[in-house]
């Protein structure tokens, strides 16, 4: 049988937050100074004052406004911290913790995110792009299937679930040239976001397996996209400002200790990857996914249709040399399935437009003032789930 907690609310079988969980995040209550918690059925232990009290011992990093210092004390540290929480937190556990209602405490950025990348590494939502155009023949790039592709993007735009995300401003490019004007297309895409928690130095190249071990855990998260901002500008450089008003992660992350029983391949290779590049063991993870516009689900999936793992990702991210940060974020890309239903964008749903959607009785091509998008994820163990919480954002007007 799954263990338990003495704690009610985790055991209910739809709980995002039993005891095989334990995600971390920074919460506050009541105007208090933000601190580190782990989220436990209907609750949250309150870490810094686990460590006041002597109940735990992570250096006192838990009184920080994020869990950066916590996470870069390393993987050795967050095996007994974790143990020492299941101990705590068991049915024989610790019945005087200092606990806080979820529904009390706010919850904030979890991490200081020193760099963001985004990668591209669904090979249904890179084909159905792709097609979009430049037509099938060509839809995925020579290099596509051979290395994982990827941009810089703007760490000082990552928010917090619950944050609202303003229409961008930008040039639209039209038949009689380029107008300055508020987004018409705006999109969201469907991703989980690995957070790195090790660094590396400059001139060092990471291994596959030492990437591995370099992740601390996932977050949903949902690259926000202007895809008619995008239009214009992205050749032939990449995306640039219509990637850069937001982004909007999960505020539990969930640790790689608490996915390792749900480990999984990835889609189908069509061609060897470099010996750099692979994997001796599954490196995706078989979490459900789903995403919805004002409550209304209208999309399915897998996290285990990606190409890449993250662990590749930040193996060639490395490759040249680059160094890497705990709190780095890396986007895994749009997630899609094969079907209508299973697709992590606006853009490939309708056909860049061409096929509105039903919500709520009206047509949708794409996202619209005072819409609410909503991420949801979890990994289903046996009497049990994993879950990541709240990823959802509401879209204000533009400021002209």
Request: hydrophobic letters at 40%.
């Amino acid at each position: 049988m799954a263990a338990k907690s003495w704690i009610e609310s985790a055991n209910a079988p739809d709980c995002e937050f039993p005891i095989q969980n334990l995600p971390y995040g920074v919460f506050s209550v009541a105007g208090d100074a933000p601190r580190c918690g782990v989220a436990i059925g209907d609750r949250i232990l309150d870490l810094a004052a686990c460590e006041t009290n002597g109940l735990i011992d992570a250096g006192g990093t838990f009184a920080n406004p994020q869990l950066n210092d916590f996470i870069a004390l390393g993987r050795e540290t967050w095996a007994r911290i974790r143990d020492r929480l299941t101990e705590l937190l068991g049915e024989d556990g610790n019945r005087d913790l200092p606990l806080v209602a979820m529904q009390d405490a706010r919850l904030h950025l979890p991490i200081r995110v020193t760099e963001y990348t985004d990668f591209y590494a669904s090979r249904n939502h890179a084909f159905n792009v792709g097609v979009l155009f430049r037509g099938p023949e060509n839809a995925l790039p020579a290099q596509w299937t051979h290395m994982p592709i990827g941009y810089n993007g703007r760490a000082s735009s990552v928010v917090v679930s619950g944050t609202d995300v303003i229409r961008p401003m930008g040039q639209l490019k039209t038949d009689d040239g380029p107008i300055w004007s508020e987004c018409k297309r705006l999109d969201l895409e469907l991703e989980m976001g690995a957070i790195v928690g090790a660094n590396s130095r400059l001139g060092d190249r990471i291994s596959v397996a030492e990437a591995e071990e370099m992740i601390f855990g996932y977050v949903l998260l949902n690259d926000w996209s202007a895809r008619d901002i995008q239009a214009w500008e992205y050749q032939p450089l990449g995306p640039f400002q219509a990637k850069a008003f937001a982004t909007t992660i999960s505020p539990w992350i969930v640790t790689t200790a608490a996915l390792a029983p749900f480990r999984s391949e990835g889609a189908e290779r069509v061609n060897d990857l470099l010996p750099y590049l692979q994997e001796d063991r599954p490196g995706l993870y078989d979490i459900n996914l789903s995403w919805a516009l004002n409550g209304e689900v209208l999309a399915r999936t897998n996290y285990n249709v990606m190409y890449y793992s993250s662990a590749q990702q930040l193996a060639h991210h490395s490759g040249s040399g680059c160094p890497m940060r705990v709190g780095d974020l890396l986007g895994s890309g749009t997630i899609s399935g094969p079907e209508r239903d299973q697709t992590g964008a606006l853009l490939e749903m309708t056909e860049a437009g061409k096929h509105p959607v039903m919500v709520g009785g009206e047509e949708r091509r794409f996202i619209q003032d005072g819409d609410t998008i909503s991420l949801s994820g979890h990994a289903q163990g046996d009497g049990y789930r994993i879950g990541f919480g709240p990823c959802e954002g509401k879209v204000l007007p533009a400021r002209s």
